[in-house]
Each structure stands twice: as structure tokens, then as C-alpha cells.
């Protein structure tokens, strides 16, 4: 399997990935926030609460502004860019209100802002636009302890309901308390796996160590929810009908993770936050389709991880007797459905499916007994992925095209799993028991194997 090594640049990221999967009708409805927001209630992915739009100076003129929350809300220009044209209100009072920056406005100053919003001021090429008002952010405690200034959010990059790499962005008074990295906001990587940020980026200056004003260390810190973050992301990608994304998520205190926008056209300074190549990553998974938001997390838990995360202790992963697994061969990796065999002592793989992904092959040969009788065969270096797990084995081979399941996973590898046979399990099996008669080493090493490690 041919992975670059190489920093994903612009042109290969337009080339590559926008040209290729998001066609001009998706790309047109991400770049609009209201038509983006509406796309997302309809497939009911949680977004903030849209309180009213103005197209007209008229419908303007006739709102009813004492009819607006009074703990704060936001308004936006649809089709903004880089946090321009955003106020935030943390207080409102019927006629006035106080904004997140302390500053005390009236409805003749909204009024006048909401003109230049449908004079284009901000839009991406000074056209005429839109605005809306939205409700307002509570931060979840978390991040009211990371960050004293603006709102933080997450970036998630998703191809193809895959989350492939992700980084928290944290507002300073240097960005004027916007999560705008060219502005000075910081960057954040975040390990896929356990959501524990590992590297931290500055645009400009020193990229520091700490918190701002704290000795809280930027690295280490534990990102609450990050599976349902994770989800999320994948879920607005799939409904945005774009193949690749960038979904800003916020979360809220009150209603948990929000998708708050998402970008046709992502930026690349992710990668000097994680300190990655993101091209590795997508060449690795842009094969893969079909694919469901869930299946897409566990992949990205299990194939995008940090050196360090194999040190956090997990909680043991049950099983089914059917399960969806990743087999990262050396040309290919593809997601098949395996059947969870406890009777089974070694893993077995399909001649044709080790041939079509690559895998290498093994010196070793084992003896294995089924219904058709005692059967010398080939093994082979085996990696796959079985519920977000990474997991090498030598595999045997065999032909299994008149089976229905193409790979059985042996008890030899499912150590730190617990086994339900209530779940995922088929009317009747159409596989039979395999057992490993094999050399005096393997028959040691399978008296061990009696019962699975919890």
C-alpha cells in the first residue's frame, strides 16, 4: 500500500480531495451558515438554535428585538469567513445588550452592523448577503478552565464518515477572542484515540507551553466526550454531502457537543498541530466506502493514534459473533465482516482477500482440523482492527469463498475482549468449528489459550 510521507500542501488538497469529493452544490451549501444549519436539523444533527434571519432591510425594521433571550445570543453573516461579522451577546436587556468583550451596544448599532452584513462586508466576495441570529453558547466547565476569552471549538477533519485528525482551537486576547489560528489563536493536536491533546501550535510568536496566565500544561489535557465528538463529526459529514470536511464542533454545558459550522475547504495548519502528515492518513483510508459514522470512529480510534496512547488504560471491548473488521494489508485495507469464533484457536483469512490486500507472507505452516478433515496450510503477517483495537497475529489461509464469512477471528486473538454470544449473532452458522492441531510449541501455546484474558 503506497502512503506519502509528504505534508499535505494546498494544491493536493484541492486537487486530491476537494476536486475529487465535494461536488459544487455541497460546497455551495457549506460556504451559506443558515442553508448549513437548516441541512443539519433536517438530518437532526444537534446545532445551535436558530432564533431569526434577516434578508431585507425590512424584516429588520419589523423585528421584535424584546422578544431575544436575555442570557445572550449571537448573529452571523451566512456566508462569512474567518470569524468576521460575529458578535456575541452574554447579556440582553430588550433594547441593549453587553457583548463578550464587555462592550455596551443599542439596536441602532445592531442595526447599522446587520446592514453592512447584507451589504456583503463580510461575505466571501463581497456580495450581497444574509444574517441570522442564533442562540448563544454556554461552555461546558471544561473549557471554561482552558480558556478566559472567546469561544474554543474542535476541528475534525472527516473523509468519508473516517474522522482522520482532529485539533481543539483555543481563543486569546492576542485573536480578540476568536478561534482564528492566523489571528493567534492556539492549536491543539488531539490524539484520535483518547482525545488527550498532544502538541501545540502558534501561527505567530512562540508556541507556548501552558495555559495562558496558568501552569496548566497545553499538552495532556483530556477532552470530555470524545467519542460522541467523534460521531458527531461524522454524522454532519455524511449529512452535508460533502466526501471531505472540516466540522467545527462547540460544546455546550447544557446540550452537550454541537456541529457549529463546516468548511468545504479546510485549512492544513492541523497537521503543524499534530505534528502528522494528513495526506498519510487519507491515503490510507480514501479506499474505504460505505462505511457507517460508527464503523468510521473505531477506525479512526484504532489506525490514528499517538505513540503515547498506547499507554492509557481502557476499559476491556465486548464482542459479538459477528463483527466488522479492518485489514490493513501492504497494497490495500478493507472493512469485511468477520465471524468471532471462540472454537476457532487461530485466525483464518480468505486466499483471495490476502491476495487482493497484501499481506506478507509467514514462514510458518500450521495444521488445522475442520469438517473436511486435517489441512496443512499457509499463514500469513497479519494486522487488523477489531472494534478500535490494532491488532498483529499470523493468520492462517485457506479458501473460504463458499463460506459466508470471508475471516474468523480465533480465540489466539481476542485477548482483552469479552465475548457475548447474544450480539450480532446469525440464525444458523455456516462456518464450521476450527481447531489448530499443530506443533508441539503451537499445542503448548493453545493449552494456554483455553480461555480468553478479560
Known amino acids: 500500500m503506497a502512503v506519502s510521507q509528504n505534508i499535505l500542501g494546498m494544491n493536493a488538497r484541492n486537487y486530491l480531495y476537494i476536486r475529487k469529493y465535494n461536488v459544487r452544490d455541497s460546497k455551495r451549501v457549506a460556504d451559506d451558515k443558515l442553508l448549513t444549519k437548516r441541512r443539519m ?10 432564533l431569526a434571519t434577516f434578508r431585507s432591510r425590512k424584516e429588520m ?13 449571537a448573529i452571523k453573516p451566512a456566508r462569512g469567513y474567518g470569524g468576521g461579522g460575529i458578535i456575541v451577546f452574554k447579556k440582553w436587556e430588550g433594547s441593549s445588550g453587553t457583548t463578550v468583550s464587555g462592550e455596551q451596544v443599542d439596536i441602532h448599532y445592531i442595526e447599522n452592523h446587520l446592514l453592512d452584513i447584507l451589504d456583503g462586508a463580510f461575505s466571501l466576495q463581497y456580495l450581497p448577503d444574509y444574517a441570522f441570529i442564533e442562540e448563544r453558547i454556554h461552555l461546558h466547565p471544561f473549557y471554561k478552565k482552558i480558556c478566559s476569552v472567546g469561544l474554543p471549538d474542535i476541528r475534525i477533519i472527516v ?11 483555543l481563543p ?10 492566523m489571528q493567534g489563536a492556539i492549536a491543539l493536536g488531539i490524539d484520535m484515540r483518547t482525545g488527550i491533546t498532544n502538541y501545540a501550535y502558534k501561527k505567530h510568536g512562540t508556541t507556548p507551553r501552558f495555559i495562558p496566565g496558568t501552569k496548566t500544561k497545553l499538552r495532556g489535557l483530556k477532552i470530555p466526550k470524545w467519542n460522541e465528538l467523534l460521531l458527531l463529526a461524522a454524522k454532519a459529514q455524511q449529512a452535508s454531502k460533502l466526501g471531505y470536511a472540516g466540522i467545527d464542533l462547540v460544546h455546550d454545558g447544557e446540550k452537550g457537543p454541537l456541529v457549529l459550522e463546516i468548511n468545504a475547504r479546510p485549512g492544513l495548519s492541523i497537521q503543524s498541530a499534530n505534528r502528522t502528515s494528513l495526506r498519510t492518513r487519507l491515503e490510507r483510508v480514501e479506499n474505504m466506502h460505505h462505511i457507517t459514522p460508527e464503523r468510521g470512529v473505531e477506525m479512526a480510534k484504532s ?24 485489514l490493513e494489508g501492504e497494497r490495500l485495507i478493507k472493512a469485511v465482516d468477520a465471524k468471532v469464533d471462540t472454537g476457532a484457536f487461530r485466525t483464518s483469512i480468505d486466499k483471495q482477500l490476502v491476495s487482493e490486500l497484501g499481506f506478507p507472507k509467514s514462514d510458518k505452516e500450521v495444521q488445522v482440523q475442520s469438517a473436511s478433515g486435517v489441512q496443512t496450510r499457509e499463514t500469513i503477517n497479519a494486522t487488523f482492527h477489531l472494534r478500535g483495537v490494532k491488532i498483529k497475529s499470523v493468520a492462517s489461509v485457506t479458501d473460504r469463498s463458499h463460506l459466508k464469512y470471508p475471516v474468523i477471528i480465533g480465540r489466539r486473538d481476542l485477548k482483552g475482549f469479552l465475548v457475548d454470544p447474544t450480539i450480532n449473532a446469525p440464525d444458523e ?20 489459550s483455553r480461555t480468553i484474558n478479560p
Open 61 to 73: 425594521r419589523d423585528f421584535n428585538w424584546s422578544s431575544l433571550p436575555t442570557d445572550g445570543f
Open 172 to 181: 486569546t486576547e492576542e485573536s480578540h477572542g476568536t478561534a482564528n489560528l
Open 159 to 169: 473523509l468519508n464518515a473516517i474522522p482522520i485528525m482532529a485539533m481543539l482551537r
Open 429 to 448: 452458522s455456516s462456518d464450521s468449528m476450527e481447531l489448530d492441531l499443530q506443533s508441539e510449541e503451537t499445542n503448548s501455546e493453545l493449552k494456554k
Open 41 to 50: 436539523i433536517r438530518n437532526a444533527i444537534a446545532t445551535p438554535k436558530l
Open 303 to 326: 489506525l490514528f493514534v499517538s505513540a503515547f496512547s498506547e499507554k492509557v488504560k481502557t476499559n476491556p471491548k465486548t464482542v459479538g459473533v459477528i463483527e466488522q473488521v479492518v
